[in-house]
């Protein structure tokens, strides 16, 4: 996995569970790491070595192999040939076994453009937005592009950056992009069957679109287009991975008609995304193994994507949106074209709610609520980026469009319905509303950083789930398909607010779709 945190770790090993014939093993959480704390490198590629043998497909993190995790990469002091050591492993893995089928991704970098140490190198508290801005206006000057103002600024914040900063950053960058390009390199070698480069950083200029440029040209040099894909995302990459050798193993591509709630949805670049939603949705249903069709009565499944048609906009932000944002989406068509698709044929829906960024649109989600959509559907999410909802939601969309929808499959079934019912819990109860109350109300009168919870760790938990379990039963009313959802546990990674998960139960009897509230 990329690192510890639920949406890397378990939420592929759910979606395992929502299959009857696949077996998903992982490394000891323990030896996972924790934010700063690198994975235990050495334990994870010896369990590797061990279990090679006896497994058939691998999905790796070359980050986590490589670096520790997701946040080592971008602090770590390793050298050129300790990361290399990383590289070679991944060769004597296949030798040890030449028939495992190995599905690597490996992160490009990102620049935070902000003054935070929180996920970067300590001096990124004073000199993180400054660096940002040096390296774009670098590679903009470098391609011609800056005036005489902005070369002027790329002498003024040089001389502003400690020299030593800046030193331990490009030395760090290079090594990166060496590992970057070795792993495209594996890719020509067969050692990796197939290599996902998410874009964790979507600058127009930098270092993070440098890297990628430089990938771009080695993937165009080896003619590895069909097996080298290069789009926006990161965390939801082990989930979407997960299902493509899934939809493998079966020897199924999924046929996926896609609607949008308004026409300019598909065409709106999302918040730390570089190119149009629709462009995204098609990287990642193609990277999970499926096909779009232009009509739904060609498709096994519908993926339906509350998505707006002017900007997408932080949660916190939805209850100052203009009138120009409704006037341009239809999400009352979107749920009534969800219920006639659900009647007419039967068959898997997944809602990616990807007007707002960082979780879900409360006015959307309660008229679902009012149409009964969260019963005709499959899956469902709001949270992080456009693409960590979408690749999760479409992961989980396609395992039910084969299992048609888990008819006759109940433990299956009870699976996905838990993972829709934390979806629900934790994408819009939690995120688009008590996190919105904590941040904004509750912390600040009882003196509490969100990013550093510390000895407040069990109030704020406490806080959670009492505000959770009265918005669960107020909206819902703690059911999911006549099933009851008992909320059981609320946690917290990386010892901050914004990170967190939410573990559920789904007791008794399903029933079928009923009506809309009238």
């Not at 009964?372 to 960590?388: K, Q, R, S």
Request: proline share 3%.
């Amino acid at each position: 996995p990329l690192d510890d945190r639920d949406c890397n770790y378990h939420f592929p090993y759910m979606l395992s569970k929502m299959t009857d014939d696949m077996e998903l093993i992982r490394p000891d959480f323990a030896w996972m790491g924790e934010l700063k704390k690198p994975a235990d490198r050495k334990k994870i590629w010896q369990w590797l070595f061990d279990h090679a043998k006896e497994c058939e497909y691998a999905i790796l993190s070359v980050d986590t192999l490589v670096y520790g995790n997701i946040i080592h990469s971008r602090i770590h002091h390793l050298s050129m040939e300790e990361c290399k050591e990383g590289i070679e492993n991944f060769r004597r893995l296949k030798e040890l076994n030449p028939h495992l089928h190995i599905h690597a991704f490996n992160l490009v970098a990102r620049v935070a453009a902000y003054d935070s140490a929180q996920e970067d190198p300590d001096y990124w508290e004073n000199y993180g937005k400054k660096i940002w801005k040096y390296t774009w206006l670098l590679d903009k000057d470098a391609q011609g592009l800056s005036d005489s103002e902005e070369r002027n600024e790329i002498r003024t914040l040089k001389a502003e950056i400690p020299k030593e900063h800046l030193d331990d950053f490009l030395e760090r960058r290079e090594i990166d992009r060496e590992i970057n390009l070795s792993s495209v390199e594996l890719t020509r070698e067969g050692i990796f069957d197939h290599l996902t480069i998410p874009k964790d950083d979507t600058a127009e200029f930098g270092y993070a679109a440098m890297d990628q440029a430089a990938v771009a040209k080695k993937v165009r040099e080896y003619s590895l287009f069909h097996r080298v894909f290069i789009y926006p995302g990161a965390d939801e990459v082990g989930s979407v991975l997960f299902t493509r050798i899934f939809n493998l193993i079966h020897g199924y591509q999924p046929i996926v008609y896609v609607r949008y709630a308004s026409v300019n949805g598909a065409r709106v670049i999302p918040r730390y995304e570089d190119r149009p939603l629709g462009e995204s949705v098609k990287w990642q249903i193609t990277s999970a193994g499926g096909i779009i069709t232009e009509t739904p009565y060609d498709s096994d499944c519908m993926l339906a994507l509350n998505a707006g048609g002017t900007t997408q906009i932080e949660s916190t932000e939805q209850k100052h949106r203009s009138i120009a944002f409704k006037n341009n989406t239809n999400s009352e068509e979107l749920l009534c074209y969800i219920r006639f698709y659900h009647e007419k044929y039967q068959r898997a829906i997944g809602v990616s709610d990807v007007t707002t960024c960082n979780g879900c649109d409360n006015d959307f989600m309660e008229n679902a609520r009012i149409h009964g959509i969260f019963d005709m559907i499959d899956a469902i999410g709001g949270w992080n980026t456009a693409e960590n909802t979408n690749g999760v939601v479409i992961a989980q969309m396609m395992i039910a469009s084969y299992y048609h929808r888990f008819e006759n499959k109940e433990a299956l079934k009870v699976a996905s319905d838990t993972f829709m019912a934390r979806a629900l819990i934790a994408d819009w109860l939690a995120q688009s509303n008590v996190a919105h109350d904590f941040y904004f109300q509750y912390a600040p009168e009882h003196g509490i950083d969100p990013f550093k919870l510390q000895e407040h760790l069990e109030e704020v938990k406490e806080f959670y789930k009492k505000r959770l379990s009265e918005l669960l039963e107020k909206k819902l009313g703690s059911q999911l398909r006549g099933r009851e959802i008992h909320l059981q546990k609320i946690r917290f990674s990386w010892n901050g607010a914004f990170y967190f998960a939410v573990d559920c139960e789904l007791t008794g009897s399903a029933k079928e779709a009923g009506g809309a509230e009238r």
